[in-house]
Nanobody
């Protein structure tokens, strides 16, 4: 059983920065990729960023590009999302997800951490 636990979400002012963390409970997994998604009130969940576990290649949505940075710590089985220049539109529950090797989808999801940006 794999559990993903996010942390780091809180209320911040527009323009401030925040770093989210996600830890996977098991080290006995070979991930293909891990990712961050977010869901704002009344909206569908949207992709934010992902990172390939083997080589560290990173990918971003248009809204995240240039402001957010995803990174990983293989030894700790963790990923991070550094978010800079936050805007009220970034307010959402941020969840991490893991994709197993050989899988075409994200198999495991965390419960999420709330990020609120006020102007």
């Amino acid at each position: 059983q794999v559990q993903l636990v996010e942390s780091g979400g809180r209320l911040v002012q527009a323009g401030e920065s925040l770093r989210l963390s996600c830890v996977a409970s098991t080290r006995n997994k070979h991930w293909y990729a891990m990712a961050w998604f977010r869901q704002a009130p009344g909206k569908e969940r949207e992709y934010v960023s992902s990172i390939r576990w083997a080589n560290g290649d990173t990918y971003y949505s248009d809204s995240a590009k240039g402001r957010f940075t995803i990174s990983r710590n293989n030894a700790k089985n963790m990923i991070y999302l550094q978010m800079n220049s936050l805007e009220p539109e970034d307010t959402a529950i941020y969840s991490c997800a893991a994709q197993g090797v050989g899988s075409s989808t994200y198999n495991w999801w965390g419960q999420g951490t709330q990020v609120t940006v006020v102007s």
